[in-house]
């Protein structure tokens, strides 16, 4: 009868209470500027409305990071495409005629906490990688010594 050896599949690492947390702080950040920053701007130009289809689609991406159904490479690669976005945005935004001083202020102060919870969710991401290859390589370290002491 041949032996055949049964592996669990491997577990893809979901995003912890502190990644969910980042996501639904992003995502109440979005919410806030879309009703304060951008259906202002849509009322005025509608053709805004095609640039921010990147920024609507990310929007449904961080809801699906908030509710932690996603691994943690999927996080990082939407975290990454926000922090494009957030600094597209920001161009896009210098672009405008005459912006209000109210719409600058709530501009700058969406950008850098935008900014900040992107930059905080790619650090916690960029740890617990670390953290796991750290124990990865501990784990190969030991299961070394182990073969070691078991041939002696």
Known sequence: MPITHLHPLPVV?????????????QVLKET???????????QEAPLVLLS?????????????????RVGRLFAAAVWGFTLVDELWGLLLFQELDSPTRGQIRMLY???????????LALGELGWHWQRRRAKALRNVHHHALLAVRQRS
């Open 109 to 119: 102060w969406s950008y850098f906490l935008g900014l900040g919870i992107i930059l």
């Open 13 to 25: 690492p979901k995003l912890s209470r502190l990644g969910r947390a980042l996501a639904t702080a």
């Open 52 to 68: 921010a289809l990147p920024g609507v689609i990310l929007y449904l991406l961080h809801w699906q990071l908030a509710l932690g």
């Open 32 to 42: 806030l500027s879309i009703v304060f920053l951008g259906l202002p701007l849509v």
